[in-house]
């Protein structure tokens, strides 16, 4: 595992990392696919994707060995009422670590074997399940610790040097007021919710990706930080770090971006700095000062 050391004005943050150049990185799912949205990105209602959305063609292949769990197809008449991912199998690959392949074509998911080797064909991507276009989602869950993982932490290294994108810091009052943080010069000491836009680039160019950490600083000292390694499920609801774990609709703040916590403004000058990396270790970062009265 690799660590990645960010210094937001004298304030250390350990962040774990993708898994590069080790034994044990996981493969993609497909060489073929492009990712076009991925883990932690917002879902559109309120809280995130707890996977990664390839669009495309190509077969579907598993990214390590394990024992074949569970598969589903279309045709599967059990149960009446439609699976959002259509025809999906999962694999147990040991110590509570689940891999799960969703919306494979119908009819051509793969007879797997009790033992599924790396690599092998689970299926082609397709359309079944909740998809408009031709792909798949691919999804790791930890049973151990009821969590989803993030599968760029068990990935290699992807071939991408493009920092995220900052697109906007907002600051929020005790009266619901908000202002951009880059042309705000002065400010009335007090409380402010502080809101982070930011996007990572997917393979198409679009910024559509979530990143993987974001934190923010105030004069030294961290206000909050969103950690996208994994989420938590727990007593029915999903919940994510931010200095401690907290439900998701807590820091998905719709066109917003991403709620990091609030910040305390005292009289003088207030230097406030917002650091967001992604996966692959690229960092964006973003200064900015204020004169509170």
């Known amino acids: 595992m690799e660590w990645l050391k960010i210094t ?36 559109g209602s309120g809280g995130p994707h707890v996977g990664d959305v390839y669009v495309g063609g190509g077969v579907v292949r598993a990214v390590e060995t394990g024992e074949a769990l569970f598969s589903r197809s279309v045709s599967d008449r059990a149960s009446r009422l439609p699976s959002p991912l259509g025809e999906w199998a999962a694999i147990d690959h040991g110590d509570g670590l689940i891999s799960l392949y969703g919306r494979l074509e119908g009819g051509k998911m793969s007879r797997l074997p009790s033992v599924v080797e790396r690599g092998a064909m689970m299926g082609s991507a397709g359309t079944t399940g909740w998809s408009k276009e031709r792909g798949f989602y691919y999804s790791l869950f930890d049973r151990k610790e009821r969590q989803w993982v993030n599968p760029a ?31 705000a010069k002065g400010l009335v000491q007090g409380r402010r919710t502080v809101f982070v836009s930011t996007a990572d680039y997917a393979e198409t160019g679009e910024m559509s990706l979530a990143p993987f950490r ?17 989420l938590s499920a727990r007593d029915g609801r999903m919940w994510i770090y931010r200095n401690g774990l907290v439900p998701v609709e807590q820091v998905y703040a719709g066109s ?17 700095e917002i650091i967001v990396q992604d996966a692959n270790g690229n960092v964006q970062r973003v200064e900015y000062r204020f004169t509170v009265e």
């Open 8 to 43: 937001a004005r004298g304030t250390t943050v350990m962040a774990a990392a993708v898994c590069v150049a080790t034994m044990w990185a996981m493969d993609r799912p497909s060489p073929e696919a492009v990712l076009t949205s991925n883990f932690g990105a917002d879902s």
């Open 153 to 183: 932490v068990m990935e290699s290294r992807r071939n991408d040097g493009r920092a995220p994108v900052i697109r906007s810091v907002t600051l929020r009052d005790a009266q619901d007021r908000m202002v951009d943080a880059s042309l």
């Open 214 to 230: 974001i934190v923010c600083s105030l004069n030294g000292r961290e206000v909050g930080a969103v950690a996208l390694e994994a």
């Open 256 to 272: 917003f971006g991403f709620e990091l916590g609030e910040a305390v403004f005292i009289r003088g000058q207030a230097d406030m």
